[in-house]
């Protein structure tokens, strides 16, 4: 599916986009058949509608630098690499989605907040308001450590070890992730591109 030509890329008299910002959404579609990669390029948000939005995609056996590379090639051909400062690359960390930042230039990565929502969800479902909203606080001024220590409180604190083993994942995620946590305190501008 990742083609190496620009036949799919339309016609090259076109003139090149002046963007200062991309954003692109890694996910791996979990079906019965196939496992494949999707890459969602867009340039941002208006009225919660991507603005000129171009799709990726590979099947699960394809090098995950293939389909990077045929998303590099499309920025290159239809985005001014002069104007271009930054390509902000969202997923939930998986080592494909993360190879990107290797393949494009300018790019950082960030997890996306549905995986932190979705990790957080254990910690929080049984807290106390006041729990979560000092988890979340702790995650906006970049307090890894406190972030940390609220979950070892919320893991000593589970009601059975279903939900503690959660939290432990949770908090081994957040570990392993934090560099693409902390980039929305780096790059506050990478928040339109989740609509958030």
Same mark, same amino acid.
């Given at each position: ?6 036949? /799919?890329i339309g016609p090259a008299a ?11 959404? @890694? ?7 196939? %496992?494949?990669?999707l890459a969602c390029l867009y ?7 991507? $603005? ?5 995609? @590979?099947?699960? /056996?394809?090098?995950?630098?293939? =389909? ?7 920025? !290159? ?7 271009? !400062?930054?390509?902000? %690359? ?11 930042? +290797?393949? %494009?230039?300018?790019?950082? *990565?960030?997890?996306?907040? *549905?995986? =932190?929502?979705?990790? =957080?969800?254990? @910690?929080?479902?049984? &807290?106390? /308001?006041?729990?979560? !909203? ?8 970049? /307090? !890894?450590?406190?972030? #940390?220590? %609220? ?6 604190? +589970? ?5 503690? &083993? ?14 693409? $946590? @902390?980039?929305?305190? =780096?790059?506050? #501008? ?7």
């Open positions: 599916m990742c083609s190496t030509d620009f036949n /799919d076109s003139p090149r986009r002046r963007c200062k910002v991309l954003f692109i959404e @890694a996910d791996q579609e979990r079906n019965a058949t196939r %496992l494949p990669r340039e941002g948000r208006r009225r919660g509608k991507l $603005i000129h939005p171009y799709y990726f995609a @590979a099947e699960a /056996d394809v090098a995950p630098e293939k =389909l990077w590379e045929a998303v590099r090639r499309y920025t !290159q051909h239809r985005y001014e690499p002069s104007c271009l !400062q930054r390509v902000f %690359l969202y997923g939930d960390g998986a080592p494909w989605v993360r190879t990107g930042t +290797a393949v %494009l230039p300018k790019s950082v *990565f960030l997890l996306h907040p *549905f995986y =932190l929502r979705k990790w =957080l969800t254990p @910690a929080l479902v049984l &807290r106390e /308001d006041e729990f979560g !909203q000092a988890v979340w606080a702790s995650i906006e001024a970049g /307090d !890894q450590l406190g972030v #940390e220590r %609220l979950l070892r409180e919320a893991e000593a604190g +589970a009601p059975n070890p279903a939900f503690r &083993r959660a939290i432990r994942d949770c908090r081994r995620l957040v570990r392993r992730h934090w560099d693409g $946590i @902390a980039a929305y305190l =780096l790059f506050p #501008e990478a928040r339109q591109g989740t609509g958030g």
